[in-house]
Protein backbone atom coordinates (compact mmCIF):
# COMPACT_ATOMS: atom_id res chain seq x y z
CA UNK A 1 0.00 0.00 0.00
CA UNK A 2 1.48 3.80 -1.17
CA UNK A 3 1.21 5.20 2.56
CA UNK A 4 2.15 8.92 1.71
CA UNK A 5 -0.08 11.37 0.65
CA UNK A 6 2.23 14.76 -0.38
CA UNK A 7 5.10 15.51 -2.19
CA UNK A 8 7.32 18.59 -1.81
CA UNK A 9 8.89 18.96 -5.22
CA UNK A 10 10.29 15.95 -7.47
CA UNK A 11 13.65 15.83 -8.26
CA UNK A 12 15.85 13.23 -10.58
CA UNK A 13 16.96 11.55 -7.46
CA UNK A 14 13.87 10.12 -7.25
CA UNK A 15 14.07 6.74 -8.86
CA UNK A 16 11.77 3.23 -8.06
CA UNK A 17 14.05 0.47 -7.50
CA UNK A 18 10.82 -1.66 -6.94
CA UNK A 19 12.27 -5.28 -6.59
CA UNK A 20 8.69 -6.59 -8.68
CA UNK A 21 9.73 -4.31 -11.67
CA UNK A 22 13.08 -4.76 -11.63
CA UNK A 23 12.62 -8.46 -12.24
CA UNK A 24 10.31 -8.33 -14.57
CA UNK A 25 12.42 -5.55 -16.62
CA UNK A 26 15.22 -7.85 -16.47
CA UNK A 27 12.82 -10.89 -17.42
CA UNK A 28 11.13 -8.63 -20.65
CA UNK A 29 15.13 -7.80 -21.54
CA UNK A 30 16.34 -11.59 -21.49
CA UNK A 31 13.26 -12.47 -23.54
CA UNK A 32 13.84 -10.01 -26.16
CA UNK A 33 17.30 -11.08 -26.15
CA UNK A 34 16.79 -14.65 -26.57
CA UNK A 35 13.57 -13.62 -29.23
CA UNK A 36 17.13 -11.60 -31.26
CA UNK A 37 18.68 -14.65 -31.01
CA UNK A 38 16.39 -17.44 -32.06
CA UNK A 39 14.82 -14.93 -34.69
CA UNK A 40 17.03 -12.74 -35.84
CA UNK A 41 15.56 -9.57 -36.75
CA UNK A 42 16.25 -6.90 -39.28
CA UNK A 43 18.48 -4.03 -38.19
CA UNK A 44 16.07 -1.17 -37.79
CA UNK A 45 13.59 -4.04 -36.10
CA UNK A 46 16.38 -4.52 -33.51
CA UNK A 47 16.93 -1.10 -32.47
CA UNK A 48 13.41 -0.64 -32.63
CA UNK A 49 13.07 -3.32 -29.77
CA UNK A 50 16.00 -1.87 -27.77
CA UNK A 51 14.42 1.98 -27.50
CA UNK A 52 11.48 0.15 -26.60
CA UNK A 53 12.48 -1.70 -23.92
CA UNK A 54 14.95 1.72 -22.82
CA UNK A 55 11.59 4.03 -23.23
CA UNK A 56 10.17 1.22 -20.96
CA UNK A 57 12.57 0.95 -18.08
CA UNK A 58 12.48 4.53 -18.01
CA UNK A 59 8.90 5.15 -17.46
CA UNK A 60 8.77 2.51 -14.88
CA UNK A 61 12.15 3.64 -12.83
CA UNK A 62 12.61 6.84 -13.65
CA UNK A 63 11.18 10.15 -11.22
CA UNK A 64 8.26 10.02 -13.82
CA UNK A 65 6.54 7.06 -12.08
CA UNK A 66 7.02 8.73 -8.46
CA UNK A 67 5.12 11.68 -9.28
CA UNK A 68 2.62 9.83 -10.93
CA UNK A 69 1.27 8.95 -7.25
CA UNK A 70 0.63 12.23 -6.83
CA UNK A 71 0.28 13.44 -10.61
CA UNK A 72 -2.64 12.59 -12.28
CA UNK A 73 -0.92 14.53 -15.45
CA UNK A 74 2.21 12.56 -14.94
CA UNK A 75 -0.04 9.28 -14.20
CA UNK A 76 -1.32 10.34 -18.08
CA UNK A 77 2.11 10.64 -19.34
CA UNK A 78 3.13 7.64 -18.20
CA UNK A 79 0.27 5.76 -19.76
CA UNK A 80 0.44 7.30 -22.96
CA UNK A 81 4.22 6.47 -23.22
CA UNK A 82 3.35 2.70 -22.49
CA UNK A 83 0.46 3.20 -25.12
CA UNK A 84 1.41 5.14 -27.59
CA UNK A 85 5.37 4.90 -27.52
CA UNK A 86 6.46 1.85 -26.03
CA UNK A 87 3.79 -0.84 -27.38
CA UNK A 88 3.84 0.35 -31.18
CA UNK A 89 7.87 0.31 -31.03
CA UNK A 90 7.82 -3.37 -29.35
CA UNK A 91 5.32 -3.99 -32.50
CA UNK A 92 7.53 -2.82 -34.81
CA UNK A 93 10.17 -4.62 -33.28
CA UNK A 94 8.77 -8.60 -33.46
CA UNK A 95 10.20 -10.77 -36.55
CA UNK A 96 8.08 -12.47 -38.75
CA UNK A 97 9.57 -15.39 -37.77
CA UNK A 98 8.85 -14.95 -33.67
CA UNK A 99 5.10 -14.22 -35.19
CA UNK A 100 4.83 -17.22 -37.24
CA UNK A 101 6.04 -19.41 -34.50
CA UNK A 102 3.88 -17.92 -32.21
CA UNK A 103 0.67 -18.44 -34.37
CA UNK A 104 1.66 -22.43 -34.67
CA UNK A 105 1.86 -23.03 -30.84
CA UNK A 106 -0.69 -25.42 -29.45
CA UNK A 107 -1.63 -22.99 -26.45
CA UNK A 108 -0.73 -19.29 -27.24
CA UNK A 109 -1.38 -19.59 -30.90
CA UNK A 110 -5.68 -19.69 -30.97
CA UNK A 111 -5.19 -16.42 -28.89
CA UNK A 112 -2.87 -15.10 -30.93
CA UNK A 113 -4.69 -15.63 -34.19
CA UNK A 114 -7.97 -14.70 -32.47
CA UNK A 115 -6.61 -11.33 -31.16
CA UNK A 116 -4.18 -10.36 -33.50
CA UNK A 117 -7.02 -9.64 -36.25
CA UNK A 118 -8.78 -5.73 -36.75
CA UNK A 119 -11.94 -5.93 -34.03
CA UNK A 120 -10.85 -7.63 -31.49
CA UNK A 121 -7.56 -5.87 -31.72
CA UNK A 122 -9.29 -2.32 -31.25
CA UNK A 123 -11.87 -3.96 -28.57
CA UNK A 124 -8.75 -5.22 -26.30
CA UNK A 125 -7.10 -1.90 -26.59
CA UNK A 126 -9.89 -0.16 -25.91
CA UNK A 127 -11.08 -2.39 -22.68
CA UNK A 128 -8.09 -1.68 -21.25
CA UNK A 129 -7.99 1.82 -21.85
CA UNK A 130 -11.49 2.80 -20.67
CA UNK A 131 -11.99 0.29 -17.84
CA UNK A 132 -8.51 1.06 -16.08
CA UNK A 133 -9.98 4.72 -15.99
CA UNK A 134 -12.89 4.02 -14.53
CA UNK A 135 -12.45 6.22 -10.96
CA UNK A 136 -13.18 2.97 -8.87
CA UNK A 137 -10.27 1.11 -10.80
CA UNK A 138 -8.02 3.94 -11.17
CA UNK A 139 -8.20 4.71 -7.86
CA UNK A 140 -7.22 1.13 -6.42
CA UNK A 141 -4.23 1.23 -9.08
CA UNK A 142 -2.96 4.19 -7.61
CA UNK A 143 -2.81 3.08 -3.78
CA UNK A 144 -2.41 0.01 -4.31
CA UNK A 145 0.99 -1.41 -6.03
CA UNK A 146 0.27 -4.81 -7.24
CA UNK A 147 -2.75 -3.12 -9.11
CA UNK A 148 -0.51 -0.62 -10.74
CA UNK A 149 1.85 -2.63 -12.34
CA UNK A 150 -1.12 -4.72 -13.71
CA UNK A 151 -2.83 -1.97 -15.09
CA UNK A 152 0.47 -1.46 -16.66
CA UNK A 153 0.95 -5.05 -18.42
CA UNK A 154 -2.59 -4.54 -19.60
CA UNK A 155 -1.51 -1.29 -21.23
CA UNK A 156 1.10 -2.55 -23.10
CA UNK A 157 -0.27 -5.75 -24.20
CA UNK A 158 -3.41 -4.21 -25.05
CA UNK A 159 -0.99 -1.75 -26.70
CA UNK A 160 0.79 -4.60 -28.70
CA UNK A 161 -2.45 -5.92 -29.79
CA UNK A 162 -3.58 -2.98 -31.21
CA UNK A 163 -0.86 -2.11 -32.90
CA UNK A 164 0.47 -5.08 -34.06
CA UNK A 165 -2.69 -5.02 -36.42
CA UNK A 166 -1.69 -1.62 -37.57
CA UNK A 167 2.18 -2.52 -38.77
CA UNK A 168 1.70 -5.79 -39.83
CA UNK A 169 3.77 -6.48 -43.13
CA UNK A 170 1.24 -8.20 -44.89
CA UNK A 171 -2.50 -7.61 -44.96
CA UNK A 172 -3.32 -11.50 -44.86
CA UNK A 173 -1.64 -12.04 -41.62
CA UNK A 174 -4.50 -9.57 -40.24
CA UNK A 175 -6.74 -9.66 -42.37
CA UNK A 176 -6.86 -5.75 -42.94
CA UNK A 177 -5.66 -3.31 -45.85
CA UNK A 178 -4.14 -0.70 -45.61
CA UNK A 179 -7.41 1.67 -45.95
CA UNK A 180 -9.07 -0.64 -42.75
CA UNK A 181 -5.71 0.03 -40.83
CA UNK A 182 -6.23 3.91 -41.84
CA UNK A 183 -10.14 3.70 -40.28
CA UNK A 184 -8.73 1.80 -37.36
CA UNK A 185 -6.21 4.32 -36.09
CA UNK A 186 -9.00 7.04 -37.01
CA UNK A 187 -11.59 5.79 -34.77
CA UNK A 188 -8.84 4.96 -31.66
CA UNK A 189 -8.40 9.23 -32.29
CA UNK A 190 -11.88 9.41 -31.98
CA UNK A 191 -12.29 7.48 -28.94
CA UNK A 192 -9.45 8.47 -27.03
CA UNK A 193 -10.99 12.51 -27.82
CA UNK A 194 -14.01 11.55 -25.88
CA UNK A 195 -11.81 10.09 -22.64
CA UNK A 196 -9.53 13.29 -22.72
CA UNK A 197 -12.50 15.50 -23.41
CA UNK A 198 -14.11 14.49 -19.95
CA UNK A 199 -11.44 14.66 -18.35
CA UNK A 200 -9.84 18.03 -19.79
CA UNK A 201 -13.44 19.62 -19.11
CA UNK A 202 -14.30 17.83 -15.99
CA UNK A 203 -15.86 20.93 -13.43
CA UNK A 204 -14.82 18.72 -10.23
CA UNK A 205 -11.83 15.94 -9.68
CA UNK A 206 -13.29 12.45 -10.62
CA UNK A 207 -10.03 10.55 -9.14
CA UNK A 208 -10.36 10.02 -5.33
CA UNK A 209 -6.72 9.29 -4.50
CA UNK A 210 -5.47 12.80 -5.87
CA UNK A 211 -7.95 14.96 -4.03
CA UNK A 212 -5.54 14.84 -1.05
CA UNK A 213 -2.30 14.41 -2.95
CA UNK A 214 -0.51 17.19 -5.01
CA UNK A 215 2.15 18.79 -7.22
CA UNK A 216 3.64 21.80 -8.48
CA UNK A 217 0.90 23.23 -6.57
CA UNK A 218 -2.33 22.15 -8.95
CA UNK A 219 -5.46 21.70 -7.77
CA UNK A 220 -6.96 18.57 -8.21
CA UNK A 221 -9.33 19.79 -10.97
CA UNK A 222 -6.18 21.54 -12.77
CA UNK A 223 -4.58 18.54 -12.51
CA UNK A 224 -7.32 16.34 -14.22
CA UNK A 225 -7.80 18.95 -16.61
CA UNK A 226 -3.92 19.01 -17.62
CA UNK A 227 -4.16 15.48 -17.77
CA UNK A 228 -6.81 15.06 -20.12
CA UNK A 229 -5.12 18.03 -22.23
CA UNK A 230 -1.91 15.51 -22.61
CA UNK A 231 -4.02 12.75 -23.48
CA UNK A 232 -5.39 14.78 -26.30
CA UNK A 233 -2.15 16.20 -27.82
CA UNK A 234 -0.41 12.96 -27.42
CA UNK A 235 -2.88 10.93 -29.12
CA UNK A 236 -3.26 13.18 -32.02
CA UNK A 237 0.51 13.57 -32.32
CA UNK A 238 1.27 9.54 -32.64
CA UNK A 239 -2.53 8.70 -33.90
CA UNK A 240 -1.97 11.47 -36.52
CA UNK A 241 1.66 10.39 -37.35
CA UNK A 242 0.43 6.35 -37.97
CA UNK A 243 -2.32 7.87 -40.24
CA UNK A 244 0.16 10.03 -42.64
CA UNK A 245 2.68 6.53 -42.67
CA UNK A 246 -0.39 4.34 -43.42
CA UNK A 247 -1.19 6.90 -46.23
CA UNK A 248 2.19 7.10 -47.70
CA UNK A 249 2.49 3.39 -47.71
CA UNK A 250 -1.10 2.80 -49.57
CA UNK A 251 0.17 6.15 -51.83
CA UNK A 252 3.39 3.75 -52.86
CA UNK A 253 1.36 0.22 -53.29
CA UNK A 254 -1.06 2.40 -55.75
CA UNK A 255 2.13 3.70 -57.62
CA UNK A 256 3.35 0.41 -57.72
Known sequence: MRLQTTIPALTWRDWIWDPAVLLGLAAITGTWVWIARRFPPRQSQLWYGWVALGILTLTLLSPLDHGAEFSFTLHMAQHMLLMLV??????LAAP???????RRRLVVGPLIRGVWSPIPAFIVYHVALFAWHLPVLYDAAVRVEILHLVQHVTFVLGGLAFWEVIVAPEPRLVQATL?????LVLAANIAGWGLSFVLALSER?????????????????DDLRLGGAVMWVWGNVIYGAALLLLFFAWMRREGR
Open 179 to 183: GQRMA
Open 96 to 102: AGLLGWL
Open 86 to 91: VAPLLA
Open 205 to 221: PIYSAYVQRGLWGLSPV
